[in-house]
């Protein structure tokens, strides 16, 4: 086909062109502008919608939390009452009111409980106003009879509401099954019910002041009106915000919009006049400065986290900084806190401080492992905490120590009661590896006296230690209180420690020798090195005088290495000057037998063999150095050292065992021999240990020897060697020179 060219139509088109093109930037511009507009518009809409469901999303997310937080709240309430109950099942009805009391919050929305044993109301509280539901049995009530079964079968809290009452008006109900043990198993015992005050928990949940429009179902997508208890099914359609309420015993949905719909607020026709006429100068920058406003957001967002979690991270460190990792219980530094700043319960209160110290927890170390001392730890804890009422604390201070702090306005008995009560629970036995133990421990007592009330506190602590000293020294399971006089005794010893310790520095300790004779011939057949100390202030002091002293700073090693080299450079005297000492001996401690270099000491001195002897108490050859004595004892004989026992017959160790160090001599105590002048049954008892001693081959030396009489009897009973001050005192080196001399003098004008 061909066409045929119109020229009119041509032109026409052409014109149009022409003008159009005229045109065309402005054209454009609105174009643009139109666009711009239209998008902002919708952008507004948008966003002003957003921003609404957001405000919308944060009122309704407060008020769930308010509402999930005042539900669990009262089913906490109601747990504490069943958890009594379980306790106390067979209560009456005047001991659940003092209870429910008790446990009922005024800031709750609880507003009464009904305990039913056996599905049966029995007990409500407040008893005025609900006596009508005494008696309801709830498997005959039809409207509370399912979810009454629904908590018995499932063993679960189960909460229904609203519910219409026997007593009048509706609640919630919160049910909670109850079992007690009946010695082998758990057996259902009942129901307690709690009403929750509807109208309240609305309220304080936030429900009554809001401009939203707000409904509450049991489903989250509801479809018949009576699965929503509040507000109207219809919210559920209008595109509602939606908020979960979680609980252990179900779940509630909430929906919320704004009464007048959504869109109300958004005053878009304002935005389209001012975005008409500022958008293609404003929009670019607002969305500029929107990107940078977000990533301003971000990054304060992520500071606030970090500075929550810096947060959280200085209460953690602050918490195990105060409490003990095994035990849980508060430690030292929270003790020393606490005596700083006393938190007093009331402005009259005095402290009460209460030190205790397992008695007999090494033995569970040793024997059972750390696993074991742990175990015991953890016990002691427990039982300590489960003493403790409110404002007192129970804390772990170190090792196998503890302290309770209580607080009491007349201090002294309940400081007293308390000391008991804890030595009796700490007597029990505690299972360790399913073994009985029984650990026990001591308590030293001290508290705060009014004369001395708003002092520095930490006194107290060291009163403490100082009872509980005194308490393991005098035997141990058993409670002492600090007195003036424990302090003042502490002081003394503290400086005997310290005037001790310059002792041996300064060489104030000197060796005094008392002769040992021949019990036949009254001559001297040795010499015992005795220890004095030449106290500056004091003058001479014996060794009761500072013997414990010397063991508790464990210098007695020392001692016994000073007195030995005195006693040894004074035999080499004696040498020189003629007298005839055949030997000397010299006191050793349990310390001075266990130091590991002993034996390299003993070796180097120029001993004769059989001059020098080592007494040894009875008492150390029974002890934890039984080992040591095994290993020590054979090595020092090689020596040429003689050993002797000392004060056979003061403890209960047994001749075959002290037979087995093969000893050269063996002492009898002093209170041994000292009734023999009148008792025949005690001549009998030493005639016995001579005739065991002469069996072996062991010379006996009797000491104490008063009197002359002493001495004849022992010399008839066939005892070896004498020592006492009926023949010699214990001296000086010079004056057992003087002694000799004289001795000697008159041995040679009887001759």
């Known amino acids: 086909m061909k066409f045929r060219r119109n020229p009119k139509m041509v032109r026409s088109l052409t014109g149009a062109v022409d003008r159009t093109g005229a045109f065309a930037p402005a054209i454009f511009a609105a174009i643009i502008a139109i666009i711009v507009v239209s998008v902002a518009t919708n952008w507004r809409l948008e966003r002003s919608l957003a921003d609404e469901r957001s405000i919308v999303a944060g009122e309704l997310a407060t008020i769930s939390s308010r509402l999930q937080t005042n539900l669990n709240s009262n089913v906490k309430l109601l747990q504490g009452l069943a958890a009594g109950i379980a306790v106390d099942p067979a209560m ?14 005024p800031d709750s929305q609880l507003r009464s409980f009904a305990a039913a044993p056996g599905m049966v109301v029995k007990w409500v509280y407040p008893e005025k106003g609900n006596e009508k539901a005494i008696g309801l049995d709830y498997r005959t009530n039809e409207k509370q009879r399912d979810s009454a079964m629904l908590a018995r079968n499932t063993h679960n809290i189960v909460l229904t509401g609203p519910v219409d009452l026997v007593q009048g008006g509706t609640a919630f109900v919160v049910r909670w099954p109850i079992y007690v043990t009946d010695g082998t198993s758990q057996v259902f015992w009942g129901l307690l019910s709690g009403l929750i005050d509807i109208p309240r928990l609305y309220r304080e949940s936030g429900l009554e002041s809001t401009d939203l429009e707000i409904a509450i179902s049991t489903v989250p997508e509801p479809d018949l009106p009576k699965k929503v208890f509040l507000g109207s099914l219809q919210t559920f359609s209008k595109k509602p915000v939606k908020a979960s309420v979680d609980m252990t015993y179900g779940r509630w949905t909430l929906a919320a919009a704004p009464k007048g719909g ?3 607020k958004s005053e878009i026709g304002i935005f389209e006049l001012y975005a008409s006429l500022l958008s293609l100068c404003v929009v670019a920058p607002i969305i500029w400065v929107g990107f940078l406003t977000k990533s301003r957001q971000r990054t304060i967002e992520k500071l606030r986290l970090h500075k929550k979690k810096l947060v959280r991270a200085r209460q953690r460190l602050e918490y195990l900084s105060l409490h003990d990792a095994l035990t849980g219980l508060p430690n030292r530094r929270f003790v020393d806190r606490m005596i700083s700043q006393p938190p007093r319960p009331d402005p009259e209160d005095c402290l009460i401080l209460i030190h205790i110290d397992l008695d007999r927890f090494k033995e569970i170390n040793d024997t059972k492992g750390h696993a074991g001392g742990d175990a015991v730890l953890q016990a002691t804890a427990s039982r300590l905490a489960g003493l403790a009422g409110p404002n007192e604390v129970a804390a772990r201070i170190g090792g196998d120590e503890f302290i309770f702090a209580s607080w009491s306005a007349n201090p002294e008995p309940k400081a007293k009661a308390l000391a008991g009560l804890i030595v009796d629970t700490l007597e029990k036995t505690i299972l360790v590896d399913d073994v009985e133990c029984v650990v026990g421990a001591s308590v030293g007592v001290a508290w705060e006296t009014p004369r001395a009330f708003g002092r520095d506190l930490s006194q107290l602590l060291l009163n403490a230690d100082l009872a509980l000293y005194e308490a393991k020294k005098t035997g141990r399971g058993r409670a002492a209180v600090f007195t ?9 010893s503290k400086e005997l420690a310290d005037e001790f310790h310059h002792a041996l520095d300064c060489d104030e300790l000197v060796a005094f020798f008392q002769p040992q004779f021949d019990a036949n011939t009254l001559a001297i057949a040795g010499v015992e090195a005795l220890a004095r100390w030449d106290h500056p ?11 414990d002293v010397a063991e508790r700073l464990g210098r007695s090693g020392d001692m016994d290495r000073l007195i030995l080299q005195k006693a040894l450079f004074e035999l080499t005297r004696w040498d020189s000057l003629g007298m005839q000492i055949p030997r000397v001996s010299v006191n050793i401690s349990a310390r001075r037998l266990a130091q590991a270099n002993l034996l390299a000491e003993l070796s180097e001195l120029p001993l004769a063999r059989g001059r020098l002897c080592f007494e040894l108490l009875e008492t150390i050859s029974f002890e934890h150095l039984q080992p040591v004595l095994n290993e020590i004892i054979p090595a020092v004989k090689e020596l040429g050292i003689e050993i002797e026992i000392d004060d056979f017959g003061t403890e209960h160790a047994s001749i075959v065992s002290l037979l087995r160090f093969e000893p050269r001599r063996l002492k009898i105590d002093r209170e041994i021999i000292k009734p023999i002048i009148a008792s025949p049954s005690q001549r009998r008892l030493v005639s016995s240990i001579i005739e065991i001693g002469r069996s072996q081959n062991i010379d006996i030396v009797a000491e104490g020897v008063e009197t002359m009489e002493h001495a004849k009897i022992l010399k008839d009973l066939g ?3 004498l020592q006492g001050y009926a023949l010699a005192r214990p001296m000086t080196s010079e004056q057992l020179i003087e002694f000799c001399r004289a001795k000697n003098e008159r041995l040679t004008e009887a001759s």
């Open 719 to 721: 005892c070896h060697l």
């Open 537 to 547: 202030k004091k003058g001479l002091l014996g060794p009761n005088k500072f013997l």
């Open 262 to 264: 959504w869109g109300q």
């Open 484 to 492: 003036e006089e424990l302090r003042s005794a502490a002081i003394l």
């Open 92 to 105: 009456d009805q005047n001991r659940f009111s003092k209870l429910a009391a008790q446990i009922l919050q």
